[in-house]
């Protein structure tokens, strides 16, 4: 027998039950912020292009990865991978599996870049205290993305395809995502048009942060490529003129630093607390932070220095194996320089001599400037490939090997320029989820 | 005149009386406490009753009534005659029928003869006295459908639980565990990488019983939680009687359950020259001239390698005896006010790998009071306290059971015990020397609660209940371990997690005209979960004599976040029992959580059953052969809501740049994610013969899961690399067979056994983007397949002529079974899949006299593990890590037919990811053996104890199986558990342990 009394405690108990509790359901994350939120504000704009810096230099890309796989790629006699991870291994013997993860890492971190730099651009409107401001992270966010698309231009484009194409950031992921290919003339008109809008909008200098000259030396870098010699020797002029950048008194200075050099047009910053440093993870030894030296420098380099060079003695050995390592990445927690000033020089030389000019200075006096800053003495004359030569010996271990020689048209480990063996494989996880994709020849 | 009218009145008051004769009574159970709600049947009538709060019954048979049946869930049946008597004190005893078994099935409990669910239950002899750490590794085999792996060989190992199959891709797969009726944190809050088994802090020798709900009906009352099935524990508690106490004493040890051949110094330096040898033959560039030998030089300490001087085997290193102590004591007693138990335990376990081991203390009260009639109160409340040393995650270099790739011609130490630091890879003797790793895990549970009885048939409950479980990591690693290059590093972590549950619920039960049975159970349970995590690391230390955090001189990292969950619920039960043959019984929970996406807050779960004694029929009754036979069905659905706690939110969150902030989005957004939702249907036949010497059961089950959670990969160009989506619909479905039989059964000597068969298929039927495939790393989940499909390409062993590795093309069409030596041209496919179709389990226990034997095979078919090492460990010498002996089999010259490739150092021959290292890992192993004896009454007479038992027990004693590797049940630690890979995991421990079991 149930009573009333029963009954009535069973029913004010479920309208207690009913009414309690509702709204403590509704529990909002700590440590995160909604989308929505993080567009709506100016001040969560420069945040996300903070962020944009972080993600660039991850370890897969700007942290080292990138440099070390272009050098891989280009290093001929000059080192030997002796490391045992095997994806960087594959890229050292050229026989790279498209699941190979240091490829996909880097593909993924550098369009998570440029989606961040768009998601930047997009929002522009909300930034409204001034419009210096508003013309300064619109510049720092179009260097990061053409930054990124020009690697990923130059590593896994194959003739005129190029890589897909994201103009505008992505915050809704239930649309459809898939993307073709765009041509590799496209990602170099928006490389160019990116680069040339921040070097309009960006300050001279703006610490850290990507300045109006880091945007002209990358244009440089980019003109060089193409080929376009003309335009790299402006480029670089303007840099190596008006900067305010000088090279470092000795060899040694311009790198394994904690703050940028006076060499450094932009570095990616390492502390002890944040950023990434691959570069020391492979080229140092374990005292100072690396896997005892994966990659060993072998007596061809060391032999193309003359006399008192001191790039042919900027090595140490490495305490477990004593191999001869790069002395360029002892520092752990050093930045990671992206331009020097010398490669501005290098430029400005090389383009000068291809196009019989001397803006700026003679071919030859920017090489001897190169060469008395590390002690070797002057020469007397210069050619194109004692100018690639003075590269290898001035930026090795810096992410140039394989560029240059693919762009001059030479051979390396027995492989043409234009050998499929030396473009990266679309990763298999794109492969796998758009399918719109193609794959590069000769991979599967 | 008088005398015929007196004779008339006492006849007419004779019959009056023997009419109307009332009796009444108590009924009680044989150690004198009353038993509530007992029915009283007059047997050929409908005329019974129920007993009241005191045990006490009125009653008034018809004239002529021989025989009632007095009954209790629990208890055997008791027939009384009918006398003259008017009073009766009828005691019951305790059943040991296995269809007369209590049954915990969620917010109360029934007899497994009225179950119209499908619900394994394990007691405490069938879990008793296993040596292992972990309660869960003691039902290991016992239960159908339920398959208990442990991950690897370290002490602190997860355990994996999978009721009928995997039931979820992405989501959580682990069953609910709920002890007493509160639901536990199940969170591994390791920050290595490899898991922490966060219920390792529960000792076995506090449970009483454990029942698993397996199917919709039975679990649907934990709704959104239930979809993986539920295991409910239920500690021991005190019994009306003088105070007993128990000791139990038992000490074993251990060793791994196989080790894995590898090569000695002498083949090593065979194998690695000839590989140079080889390579520089081709010309392929590398290695150069003496660069082999430098590297052995190096390697083996300028020692003498050509004559094999270091001959190191570094499984010595890896592996040691390990041991197992365990001392648990009870006390527990009561009266008929208050009954109590109190225990505590100790254990002590020295794990098979150098480095590992555990100690843990816990303590657990279980108390309850009756203040009167009505008002029953109780607490229960658990402590424990356990304390790991562990070693890195199997991923990690400096993991122990790496160490089987170091070169034999290293020598492990120098002459003056220090670590040797040139192997091949670290040395992780220095991690172990020079660096430490403990992790303190320590628990509380507990629930208060109290029962008021408004009737005999109506009653209250509120329960309030509370875990929380706390977790603390130090590590330290020295300045001469591995990879240091800051003077040493410290981390710090605490983990602490609180769980609130209060339910209250109101049970009715009661019995009509003593024909119908009706148990409602309706009530609310609302739950809060706080989980606060921070972390600290330093690094530069004066010395390693220095190893806390305040002596670090920079602090480089640190780390404090905040979150939760809460759960909303409402459920209510009813069954209905008709002449204790035919039952109905129906179930319907509703939940809401914060875990769901703001468009799909709440959910409904609702189940329903269905069960007919056919015995009791009367065409069956009496059957001399079919002594019982039971159909049951059910169906429900139930939800799965282990799915993270924001995963459907868009989220940033913050990132340093040079120690400027910034932040970054670190997951794509989606309302409409919810829980994952399961219907299930089961159909069972319960039979039981000769008296019920045979019996068993036969159940088909059908699960379907649909909006299955899935961080479905996204192009990476789109600068996201996955989303959580509910997609897809996956089905299991299978069958579980049963069988017991008393096979002897006669005074002094008897045997049973135990069998459980069970076969699950599982298959997807539908992926989201028209069905395309979802490839991660070498699974693939493709509609038609199974779950987490092993997909790789298929290796066809080695070319004569050459010795390079060959893979079949598997293009369609007639050159399928072409060969290439390129493995970029072979296409991949379905391989195998990480879970096995058929899993057993048998047991049998002989008793003669005072000595008893138990043991329990275990075993599984069907699944293959893809060992993740074999591109390094048997890889033909492609580098200088330490091969398996199979390698000596290598291609050497044109016409060798082999399945090794030509050894050649450093050029990936035969490398790639392929079925070259998936192996099927079917097996059968002696899961347990215990060995009794009783001391004889005589002796214990004399001493003054009550039973006595010295026994032997054994774990993982043997193991039958072709497979290769370790172990076939060791899957890799970090990184998913579900894609059957293995990466120099551990094997498993067996154990040999003494024990002696007094009470008094």
């Keep these: 027998m149930i009573t009333k009394y029963n009954y009535l405690f069973f029913l004010s108990l479920a309208v207690l039950a009913f009414t309690s509790c509702d709204d403590k359901l509704n529990i909002l994350p700590a440590q995160s912020i909604a989308g929505e939120v993080a567009f709506s504000t100016e001040a969560n704009i420069q945040n996300i292009l903070i962020g944009t810096y972080s993600e660039a230099g991850e370890d897969e890309s700007y ?294 000019t001397s803006v700026g200075a003679t071919p030859l006096a920017d090489i001897n400037t190169i060469r008395n800053r590390s002690g070797a003495s002057s020469l007397d004359e210069v050619d194109v490939d004692g100018i690639l030569l003075e590269r290898v010996k001035e930026l090795a271990f810096e992410g140039f090997l394989i560029h240059d020689i693919r762009r001059t048209g030479g051979s390396v480990d027995g492989f043409n320029a234009d050998a499929n063996e030396l473009v990266f494989p679309i990763p298999l996880s794109e492969m796998d989820t758009n399918p719109l994709m193609s794959q590069n020849p000769g991979y599967n | 005149m008088k005398r015929s009218l007196l004779t008339v009145f006492l006849l007419f008051a004779a019959v009056c009386i023997y009419a109307q004769q009332t009796i009444r009574g108590t009924v009680k159970d044989e150690t004198g406490e009353p038993l509530i709600g007992a029915t009283l049947m007059v047997v050929g009538t409908t005329v019974g009753t129920v007993t009241d709060v005191d045990g006490n019954f009125t009653l008034s048979p018809p004239a002529n009534s021989k025989t009632l049946l007095v009954t209790y869930t629990g208890f055997s049946n008791k027939e009384t005659p009918l006398t003259n008597a008017t009073v009766y004190e009828i005691a019951l005893a305790e059943s040991s029928s296995l269809l007369d078994e209590v049954v915990v099935i969620g917010y109360g409990s029934t007899s497994k003869r009225f179950l119209t669910d499908n619900v394994a239950k394990l007691s405490a002899d069938d879990i008793g006295r296993v040596p292992v750490s972990n309660f869960q590794s003691t039902f290991a085999g016992k239960a159908a459908g339920v398959r208990v792996t442990q991950v690897n060989g370290k002490v602190e190992a997860g355990i994996v639980v999978r009721v009928r199959g995997a039931a979820s891709i992405s989501a959580g797969s682990d069953p609910l565990y709920v002890l007493d009726g509160v639901p536990l944190v199940n969170d591994n809050e390791s920050t290595n990488g490899a898991p922490v088994n966060p219920l390792l802090s529960l000792s076995p020798s506090e449970i009483e019983s454990i029942d698993i709900l397996k199917d919709a009906s039975s679990a649907a009352i934990y709704g ?205 003797l220095l991690q172990q020397d020079f660096g430490s790793y403990v992790t303190k895990l320590r628990r509380l549970t507990g629930k208060a609660y109290a029962e008021y009885r408004f009737l005999p048939s109506l009653k209250f409950n509120t329960d309030f209940g509370y875990d929380m479980s706390y977790q603390t990591e130090e590590q330290f690693s020295g300045s001469r371990t591995p990879f240091n290059s800051t003077n040493g590093t410290a981390f710090n972590s605490n983990a602490i997690q609180e769980n609130y549950v209060w339910a209250n619920y109101v049970t009715f039960d009661r019995t009509f005209g ?145 120690q400027r902030p910034g932040i970054q989005p670190t997951q794509p957004g989606n309302n409409d994610l919810t829980w994952e939702t399961s219907t299930q249907l089961d159909l069972g036949v319960e039979f039981g013969l000769f008296d019920n010497r045979i019996s068993g059961e036969i159940d088909y089950y059908n699960k379907d899961t649909e909006g299955l959670l899935f961080s479905v990969p996204l192009p990476g160009s789109s600068g996201a690399t996955s989303i959580n989506r509910n997609i897809g619909l996956l089905n299991n479905q299978g069958v579980e067979i049963i069988l017991n039989a008393d096979i002897i059964s006669s005074k002094g000597l008897t045997w049973n056994t135990s069998m459980n068969v069970s076969r699950n298929v599982n298959e997807i039927q539908s992926l989201p983007n028209e069905d395309s495939d979802i490839i991660s790393g070498q699974n693939i989940n493709r509609v038609g397949q199974q779950v987490s499909a092993f997909y790789m390409p298929e290796y066809a062993g080695v070319d004569p002529a050459n010795g390079d590795a060959l893979y079949f093309i598997n293009s369609e069409g007639d050159d399928a079974r072409t060969t290439t030596n390129s493995i970029g041209e072979a296409n991949r496919i379905v391989a195998g899949n990480p879970f096995p179709d058929w899993t057993a389990g048998l047991t049998n226990t002989i008793t003669y006299k005072a000595v008893s034997l138990s043991f329990t095979f275990q075993g599984e078919w069907g699944a293959s593990i893809y060992n993740g090492g074999g591109r390094f460990q048997s890889a033909n010498a492609d580098w200088f890590d330490n091969q398996t002996v199979d390698q000596l089999n290598r291609w050497q010259n044109p016409g060798d037919i082999t399945m090794v490739p030509q050894a050649r150092l450093g050029d990936g021959n035969g490398v790639g990811n392929s079925t070259r290292w998936l192996e099927r890992a079917d097996f059968i192993r002696l899961r347990n053996l215990t060995l009794s004896y009783d001391l004889p009454s005589s002796v214990l007479e004399k001493v003054g104890l009550d039973k006595t038992q010295f026994y032997l027990a054994g774990v993982n004693l043997l193991t039958f199986t072709d497979f290769t590797g370790y172990d076939p049940e060791a899957r890799a630690d970090s990184g998913s558990l579900s894609n059957g890979q293995s990466f120099y995991s551990a094997p498993a421990a067996k154990t040999i342990s003494f024990g002696i079991n007094i009470n008094f």
């Design chain 2, 514 to 658: 003593a024909l119908h049975n009706l148990n409602v159970v309706a009530g609310t349970e609302f739950t809060e979960a706080t989980r606060q995590f921070n972390s600290v690391t330093g690094t530069e230390f004066p010395s390693d004599d220095f190893q806390t955090i305040n002596s670090a001189a920079e602090i480089t990292a640190g780390s404090g976040n905040l979150t939760a969950y809460n759960f909303m619920s409402f459920f209510a039960r009813a069954q209905y029992v008709f002449n204790e043959r035919y039952f109905v019984k129906a179930s319907i929970r509703r939940d809401g959580s914060s875990r769901f996406g703001s468009n799909r807050r709440y959910g409904t779960f609702p189940a329903a059953s269905a069960g007919w004694i056919v015995s009791q029929e009367n065409f069956l009754n009496n059957n001399p052969t079919l002594s019982f036979l039971k159909l049951r069905v059910s169906y429900g659905q139930l939800g799965n809501s282990e799915i993270g706690n924001f995963p459907s939110l868009f989220l940033f969150q913050g990132v340093s740049y040079n």
């Design chain 2, 224 to 428: 959104a939680r239930g979809a993986n099935g539920v295991v409910l524990i239920t500690t021991k508690r005190g019994k009306i009687g003088k105070a007993r106490m128990s000791l139990n004493i038992s000490h074993g040890t251990s060793t791994p359950t196989n080790v894995v051949e590898w090569l000695n110094a002498e083949e090593y330096v065979e194998l690695i020259t000839e590989a140079s040898d080889n390579a520089i033959g081709l010309g392929l560039g590398f290695p150069s001239p003496g660069f082999v030998e430098g590297r052995l030089d190096r390697y083996s300490n300028g020692t003498d390698w050509r004559n094999a001087e270091v001959d190191t085997d570094w499984t010595d290193q890896v592996f040691r005896d390990g041991s197992q102590t365990d001392v648990n004591f009870s006390v527990s007693g009561g009266d008929q006010k208050t009954i109590y138990y109190f225990g505590g335990a100790y254990n002590d376990t020295k794990g098979i790998i150098n480095g590992n081991g555990l100690d843990r203390k816990s303590a657990r009260t279980n108390i309850k009071h009756n203040f009167n009639a009505k008002i029953t109160a109780g607490l229960n409340l658990g402590f424990s306290s356990t304390s790991i040393d562990r070693v890195a995650n199997d991923n990690s270099f400096v993991t122990p059971l790496q160490a089987i790739a170091q070169a034999p011609i290293s020598p492990a130490r120098l002459e003056n015990g220090d670590p040797f630091v040139n192997t091949v890879y670290p040395n992780f």
């Design chain 1, 63 to 356: 942290g080292g990865q990138l440099q070390i796989m272009a050098d891989l790629l280009g290093k001929g006699d000059y080192v030997t991978w002796v490391g045992t991870f095997l994806d960087p291994r594959q890229v050292a013997n050229k026989n790279m599996l498209t699941d190979n993860s240091f490829v996909g890492g880097y593909w993924n971190n550098a369009y998570a870049t440029i989606n961040q730099a768009n998601l930047v651009l997009d929002n522009l409107d909300v930034v409204t205290s001034s419009s210096e401001e508003r013309d300064r992270i619109e510049g720092e966010a179009r260097f990061l993305r053409g930054l990124s698309y020009f690697d990923l231009a130059r590593h896994f484009s194959s003739g005129d395809t190029g890589v897909p194409l994201r103009a505008t950031g992505i915050s809704d992921y239930s649309v459809d995502l898939s993307s073709g290919r765009a041509s590799t003339t496209e990602i170099y008109d928006l490389v160019i048009s990116d680069l040339q809008r921040a070097a309009a909008v960006l300050p001279g200098s703006n610490g850290i942060f990507a300045d109006q000259y880091a945007a002209e030396a990358l244009l440089a870098r980019v003109y060089l490529h193409q080929g376009n010699y003309p335009a790299a020797r402006d480029a670089a002029d303007v840099v190596i003129m008006n900067s305010g950048a000088a090279l470092t008194p000795t060899f040694a200075e311009a790198f394994n630093n904690d703050e940028n050099s006076s060499e450094d047009i932009f570095a990616f910053q390492v502390t002890s607390q944040d950023g990434a440093n691959d570069l020391i993870i492979h080229y140092a030894d374990e005292g100072n932070g690396g896997r005892g030296g994966d990659i060993e420098i072998n007596d061809s380099y060391a032999s193309i220095f003359e006399g008192d060079d001191e790039r042919g003695s900027f090595f140490v050995a490495s305490r477990q194996t004593d191999a001869r390592l790069t002395a360029k990445y002892t520092n752990q927690f050093g930045n990671i320089p992206l331009i020097r000033l010398a490669e501005m020089y290098l430029i400005r030389a090389e383009a000068n001599l291809r196009e019989s």
